[in-house]
């Protein structure tokens, strides 16, 4: 409690804002990634700049052992901010059962909120099981899948691999071609933590389903067949040793491997440190690849690295409404989520980010990102529910590893987690 204490007046002595009686005074936990505390610290400097009764410190988040944890911590201990960014739908579930946060859509200005940041499709897929919204999205990072169009091209292929059977047609000429190359080495597979499953099962998944959620509120509507389509995929990738699930150092970057799930924070990060990489002439980025099913003229979904924000219970009436309000001061400009793009490199959760003139110029310095923010509105986040957790440690450990194994066929180890899943639920 102590230590809280010091490094929020830290903080607030580094803003140069001193405490007059009659401010209202809150609080923001920005993520533990310092380019997102340094655009909420710009916000709330200008914020105050415009309304002196506001006080707004800004901090990070703790993030031993994990964000999540953080905050538990500061909710049990009677610390939580007012708010905090770095909160994903699933652990947003857990706060709502628990009564930890507040449901956004019953502040005044809501509506209009949604309508004037244009983020009426992305909004609804983080709507909980009562109706209520108690997040407020603040970036979508849709995971697309990079691919070395380089050497595709070199081997014969015009583009990634639209389907399974194309994706096993280009493996099995790569590997005829280069037995020391891969499409896909994905180490993590093998591990049972359960946020990994985000970047490996869920992207295909979703992009097999059309989006489908495994759990709704408190019962299982995964898309079976789509999920063992999945599974069947990863166990056919490894029996033609297109997918090497060791933990080896070979990378896209290098041309060891051909593909990689990745976000949009990657290509800053490849633009410094693999400057002759170019965008369209030695990668590019897709949708997933779907079952050859899949309509051609069908959008493909995929699963969104998504988090926003929430206002906390415990903060006291006056307290939320100066947070909602600075809240909506925020996401009721189009120019600050240009600067949150700038900033992080992270698109906005809105509709229009590929459309709105007001980010052109960004994308034009970075125009790889213009194929995130088209996907935005394709992307869904995990789902919602309090043993979010346990739930995705048995899709790792229980069924996708035993099926590209070979120890279960696809549907066997599709039917493991559903049983699993549903003695979870019926507790």
């Known amino acids: 409690m102590r230590l809280l204490q010091v490094l929020v007046l830290g903080l607030v002595v580094a803003l140069g804002f001193g405490a007059a009686a009659d401010q209202v005074e809150i609080s923001f936990w920005a993520a533990p990634n310092p380019p997102q505390e340094v655009f909420w610290r710009e916000m709330a400097t200008a914020y105050m700049a415009e309304h002196p009764g506001v006080r707004i410190t800004v901090r990070?988040?703790?993030?031993?052992?994990?964000?999540?944890?953080?905050?538990?911590?500061?909710?049990?201990?009677?610390?939580a901010p007012t708010a905090s960014e770095n909160v994903f739908i699933g652990f947003g579930g857990e706060l709502a059962d628990a009564g930890a946060i507040i449901a956004l859509d019953e502040l005044p200005g809501w509506d209009e909120l949604v309508a004037a940041r244009t983020m009426e499709r992305t909004i609804a897929s983080w709507q909980f099981a009562d109706e209520h919204f108690y997040v407020l999205p603040v970036y979508s990072n849709p995971m697309l899948f990079a691919w070395r169009i380089d050497i595709l091209q070199e081997l014969g292929f015009d583009a990634p691999p639209r389907t399974y059977s194309e994706l096993l047609e280009v493996g099995d000429v790569?590997?005829?071609?280069?037995?020391?190359?891969?499409?896909w080495v994905r180490g993590e597979l093998e591990i049972p933590t359960w946020y990994?499953?985000?970047?490996?099962?869920?992207?295909?998944?979703?992009?097999?389903?059309?989006?489908?959620?495994?759990?709704?509120?408190?019962?299982?509507?995964?898309?079976?067949?789509?999920?063992?389509?999945?599974?069947?995929?990863?166990r056919e990738m490894v029996?033609?040793?297109?997918?090497?699930t060791e933990a080896l150092p070979y990378s896209i970057e290098e041309?060891?491997?051909?593909?990689?799930?990745?976000?949009?924070?990657?290509?800053?990060?490849?633009?410094?440190?693999?400057?002759e990489l170019e965008y369209g002439v030695d990668y590019v980025v897709s949708?997933?690849?779907?079952?050859?099913?899949?309509p051609e003229d069908e959008p493909i979904a995929t699963f969104a690295d998504a988090k926003g924000i929430a206002i906390y219970a415990q903060a006291t009436p006056q307290e939320r409404?100066?947070?909602?309000?600075?809240?909506?001061?925020?996401?009721?400009?189009p120019a600050n989520d240009r600067r949150w793009l700038e900033i992080t490199t992270m698109p906005p959760a809105r509709d229009d980010v590929a459309e709105n003139e007001i980010f052109a110029e960004f994308f034009e310095r970075l125009p790889v990102l213009i194929s995130y923010a088209e996907n935005i509105p394709n992307a869904v986040p995990p789902f919602v529910h309090t043993e979010y957790v346990e739930l995705k440690r048995i899709l790792g450990a229980e069924t996708i590893f035993p099926a590209?194994?070979?120890?279960?066929?696809?549907h066997e180890a599709w039917s493991v987690w559903e049983e699993a899943a549903q003695r979870m639920l019926d507790r």
């Open 239 to 244: 029996k033609r040793n297109h997918l090497v």
């Open 60 to 79: 990070q988040m703790p993030e031993t052992p994990t964000s999540e944890a953080g905050i538990m911590a500061a909710i049990a201990g009677g610390v």
């Open 255 to 275: 041309g060891h491997t051909i593909m990689a799930i990745l976000g949009p924070w990657t290509f800053p990060y490849w633009a410094e440190m693999y400057p």
């Open 287 to 294: 949708p997933p690849p779907v079952p050859d099913r899949w």
């Open 174 to 183: 790569l590997r005829a071609e280069y037995p020391r190359k891969y499409v």
């Open 404 to 410: 590209i194994i070979g120890e279960l066929s696809p």
């Open 321 to 333: 409404e100066a947070m909602w309000e600075f809240l909506t001061w925020v996401y009721s400009d």
């Open 196 to 234: 990994q499953r985000w970047f490996d099962f869920f992207p295909l998944y979703y992009g097999a389903s059309g989006g489908q959620q495994l759990i709704t509120g408190d019962q299982i509507t995964a898309d079976s067949d789509a999920a063992a389509e999945v599974l069947g995929l990863l």
